[in-house]
């Protein structure tokens, strides 16, 4: 595990972009049409970032869930995900936003994952933001996959039983180059995690807020992160 930050703001924020859907159906229309909206207000956030020196911003975009939905919605989904590669990649780099994925690529189509790996290719020196895309990810698959990893390496005889502890296998996690969320933010109402990052944030903070995500501001943003610096943060032990 990476060290968490030590500011009194949190280094990293994970936010599970909940509630396009439901801002369509408000608003009588298609659910892609909040999934686009929801698409632009990524950006808003991400420019956002650097005024509160948030480093890492982590967003779930699609779960290994998400493929139970409509093959209407998820088509629609993937075509996204490549108009917006495509659409803010020079953005992005120009930036300094440095993006990379994490999640199982294998169910993804090519073209879909050649735009992925160009994209943390061109972005690969960048340093202003870490943006982490989770797609095609959830918690419970990332772990299975590392612990897979993790006993091929002691079947090869590259590691044994006697070096497996909890650093050995977060360096197998999809995160390892990641430190570990510091703040983990789900809008739209619903209070529950849904898979995401189940390792990593074992010590985040979570602020769940109504707000659907394609209404989510940067100025709400901003007050999400001010209540966390209000916080203190014990990581089980008892402050004095």
Known sequence: MRQQSDTN??????????????????RGRPRLMGHHAGARRVREI??????????????????????????TEVAGLMTLFRKYIQREAMSLLENGVRVRFIGDRIRLDEKLVSLMD??????????????????????R???????????YEIEMGRLTHKDVDAETLA??????????????????????????????????????????WPDFTAAEFGRVLAKYGQRDRRFGAVLA
């Open 141 to 151: 698959d990332e772990v299975t996959r590392a612990a897979k990893r993790l006993a």
């Open 118 to 139: 160009n994209l943390e290719l061109l972005t690969a020196d960048n340093d202003l933001v870490h943006l982490t895309i989770a797609l095609n990810y959830g918690g």
């Open 46 to 71: 991400l420019k956002a970032c650097p005024d509160h020196d948030v480093k890492y911003l982590t967003l779930f975009a699609f779960s290994t869930e998400n493929w139970k939905r409509t093959q």
């Open 171 to 212: 360096r197998f996690l999809d995160t390892h180059f990641l430190p570990d969320p510091d703040l983990v933010i789900r809008t739209s109402g619903e209070a529950r995690i849904s898979n995401f990052l189940l390792w990593q944030s074992a010590y985040a903070e979570y602020e769940f807020v109504d707000t659907l």
């Open 9 to 26: 703001g949190p280094g990293h924020v994970a936010i599970i972009m909940d509630g396009n859907g439901r801002w369509a159906q408000q």
